[in-house]
């Protein structure tokens, strides 16, 4: 069983930047599949990017990247021009056999991060 914890998140003007970072622990991070889902008061938890183990990936947003460290068993979420609609508290989610945009394809679910973007 692998533990996850988000950082990263906080206060942001619109048009800024945040890093975020999802850290595992329990267990090595590097078979697992791993995405952010993110989830704004009153709608549905929402896919935001996935990876893989060899770093294939996915992304519904344009202004963001994610990327994964393997050896620090991390992987990280670069969200750029950040608007005001972005705002949610964001989950970082793994699964060592499935990977996709769907909510139920994933494990392991960490407490979430809130980000808040002024405009």
């Known amino acids: 069983q692998v533990q996850l914890v988000e950082s990263g998140g906080g206060l942001v003007q619109a048009g800024g930047s945040l890093r975020l970072s999802c850290t595992a622990s329990g267990r090595t991070f590097s078979p697992y599949a791993v995405a952010w889902f993110r989830q704004a008061p009153g709608k549905e938890r929402q896919f935001v990017a996935a990876?893989?183990?060899?770093g294939d990936s996915m992304l519904n947003e344009g202004r963001f990247t994610i990327s994964r460290d393997n050896a620090k068993n991390t992987v990280s979420l670069q969200m750029n021009s950040l608007k005001p609609e972005d705002t949610a508290v964001y989950y970082c989610a793994a699964d060592h056999t499935h990977w996709g945009h769907l909510v139920n394809q994933y494990t392991y679910w960490g407490q979430g991060t809130q980000v808040t973007v002024s405009s």
């Open positions: 990876i893989t183990w060899s």
